[in-house]
């Protein structure tokens, strides 16, 4: 399909295991988002990119949280050394603009740290 | 501190009546806001947006308003229909530094009856 795609769907790991998450925009799109999205909460930002650019990472809770975009395309976000706080809905977006006004949606990956 | 705000968990409406939907936010360099809808197990998607410059925005049966100086903004669906039963998160961007971190609400859940 068209869509922004996650990989994987569903992920389980015991804590303290490193967990790398992928997206894979909608081809073309210039801006990719990273989002965590408890339980009755809306998406909370993590990071985005510009092309391969990581333009702001301020939402990342702490330095075990990392993402990247080498090629303008794939992301990948990972988690290392995770922890059962750290379980949740990981959602990618992609924008056709750098304004990221428009953001298209994945279907996340949903995380549980046992 | 959340800077946009939901106030109402869920929200039923009969079948062909008007849906409206509200939204609270607290920062006054927000200058974009926009409207996601998500069904189960899917990702957000993008319905509607509205610039600061406006107050009214008009999508076939969605329109969005604007009030700045409450700081407030719904959005209005006529007439409800079956398929708009669905969460629905308001979301918000600041851009005047380029600020593209969208920031979301917690979301409203709409319950349309038959």
């Known amino acids: 399909g068209a869509g922004v795609s996650q990989s994987p769907r569903y992920k389980v790991t015991k804590r303290g295991q490193d967990v790398a998450l992928r997206c894979d925009p909608i081809?073309?799109?210039?801006?990719l988002y990273w989002y965590r999205q408890a339980l009755g909460q809306g998406p909370e930002f993590l990071t985005y990119?510009?092309?391969?650019?990581?333009?702001?990472k301020s939402g990342l809770p702490n330095d075990r949280f990392s993402a990247e975009r080498p090629e303008g395309s794939i992301s990948t976000l990972t988690i290392q050394r995770t922890e059962q706080r750290d379980s949740a809905m990981y959602r990618c977006?992609?924008?056709?603009?750098?304004?990221?006004?428009?953001?298209?949606f994945g279907p996340g990956t949903r995380l549980t740290v046992l | 501190d959340q800077q946009v705000k939901q106030n109402s968990p869920s929200l039923s409406v009969q079948e062909g009546r008007i849906s409206i939907l509200n939204c609270d936010y607290t920062?006054?360099?927000?200058?974009?806001f926009l409207w996601y809808k998500k069904y189960p197990a899917e990702g957000p998607t993008f319905l509607i947006s509205?610039?600061?410059?406006?107050d009214k925005n008009e999508d076939g049966r969605f329109t969005v308003f604007l009030n700045k100086s409450a700081k407030h903004l719904s959005l209005h669906i006529v007439p409800s229909q079956p398929g708009d039963s669905a969460v629905y998160f308001c979301?918000?961007?600041?851009?005047?530094?380029?600020?593209?971190?969208?920031?979301f609400g917690k979301g409203t859940r709409l319950h349309i009856l038959p």
């Open positions: 990119f510009n092309y391969e650019a990581q333009q702001d």
């Open positions: 081809s073309g799109h210039v801006s």
């Open positions: 977006a992609s924008s056709p603009s750098d304004l990221g006004n428009e953001q298209f």
């Open positions: 979301a918000a961007r600041g851009s005047r530094n380029r600020d593209d971190k969208i920031i």
């Open positions: 920062n006054s360099m927000f200058d974009y």
């Open positions: 509205i610039s600061s410059i406006k």
